[in-house]
């Protein structure tokens, strides 16, 4: 019989195999149950989905559980970005919410994203306690739903558009006379995902011209995965070209990763990009206290911040733990190098719309390309160079990771181990500030393997070195 486990960012399974109504509305009463248990179940849920297929079918059959329950549900009247979600809990002081996505992950899978009270991805606590609520439904539990007419009737389900309000509240965080001053063009590409009319509207309102690809719905994501990559960005970079925008924005399935795409054309990492916001935005915001980023993001962050007398905070992957900072106030901005970031005041969970918009504001303000900035900066800081490599995941591969794990190599890719960080997965970490990470996915059947050095030499060494660890061979 199937499980169904939370990973970094929700549960995620195939479309039809896995991903199936009786197992959504399981997973919806374990999370309904759980929200019970904690009585807050009367203020209620947001359910969203995104532009997979049958997503609407899900997020009704998911919000038929809530009424079940007695839990009123706004249900999104059309694809929604997580981070919308995110927004509306907060400020109508909902239980939870869910979005009905699988995130970047390739079209044949679906999941759902568990939003808690406080704004973040529900950390693990909380879906532990969800799983435990889940396994007595898998074996034959009932499960109770309420149709979905009646639910309605009963002011139950109430459909509700969560675009105007986002939209207005992320004016308090940009500076859109900026972008209007700017007069810059700019070329954005949702990738058939949900930032669609949210991304682009709010671009054109603040006076930027603005031109869109991909401006309607493909449950295929015109048959790549919706995430902003080198790969899947190459007709939004020829558009850049061709047009000679300034700027080109892309987003991914649930809108909360970011996609950069300079004047040239070129695509720009999300570690190339993070560091430049946290410098423009300690400067124009005049920060004071600490950063976050995840163990496997740039360290680049952390010469940045130092800089402006900010201290950095170091979380394991996955958003929600630098999310659960931004809530308790603790950091100004938080960054992971798979494209996600926030700000303080802003939502605890990743916004992809929001970071595309900060990077409209600092090209429009500075006059200057993305890879001027770059080069402004590290004229101020010494450079890093980071490289990550995803590979399938063996059995063989994860008796070599627990043995890593376990006993870590005293000696790595020439030089002595100087500290062993545990965090998440196995950082390898050497004096002359380079480091090498290896970690399992928490979404994907994938080993992660990330390495940052102070040459591109050096780099090269420490990926060929991770290599031969991940293989066993010595």
Known sequence: MATIKFGTSGWRAILGEEFNFRHVRIVCQGIAQFLRNEKIAQHGVIVGYDARF???????????????????????????????????????????????????????????????????????????????????????????????????????????????????????????????????????????????????????????????????????????????????????????????????????????????????????????VLPLLVDYLATTRQWHGSVARSVATTHQIDRVAALHGLATEETPVGFKYIGDLLAKGKVMMGGEESAGMSITGHVPEKDGILACLLVAEMVARTGKSIKELVANLLERIEPLYFQREDVTLTEAMQENLAQVQANPPENFAGQPVQSVNRLDGCKLQMADGSWFLLRPSGTEPLVRCYGEAPSQERLQELIIAGRKLLNGIS
């Open 54 to 272: 049958m997503g609407e079918q899900f997020a009704r059959a998911a919000a038929e559980v809530f009424a079940a329950h007695g839990i009123p549900v706004l249900l999104c009247d059309r694809e929604t970005p997580t981070p919308a979600i995110s927004y509306h809990i907060l400020h109508h002081k909902l239980a939870g919410g869910i979005n009905i996505s699988a995130s970047h992950n390739p079209p044949e899978w679906n999941g759902i994203k568990f939003t808690a009270a406080w704004g973040g991805t529900a950390l693990p606590e909380t879906t532990q306690a969800i799983e435990q609520r889940i396994l007595p439904l898998m074996h034959g539990e009932h499960v109770k739903w309420l149709k979905f007419e009646k639910a309605q009737k009963d002011g139950l389900i109430i459909i509700f558009d969560p675009k105007p309000d986002y939209l207005a509240i992320l004016e308090k965080h940009v500076d859109v006379e900026a972008i209007r001053q700017g007069g810059i063009r700019i070329v954005v590409d949702p990738l058939y995902g949900t930032s669609r009319g949210y991304l682009d509207d709010f671009l054109r309102k603040a006076g930027a011209k603005v031109a869109v690809l991909h401006y309607w719905r493909d449950p295929y994501f015109g048959g790549l995965r919706p995430e902003p990559t080198q790969v899947t960005t190459m007709e939004l970079q020829e558009t850049v070209r061709q047009e000679k925008a300034h700027l080109g924005l892309a987003t991914d399935g649930d809108a909360d990763r970011f996609g950069i795409i300079d004047q040239d054309g070129d695509f720009l990492e999300a570690n190339q």
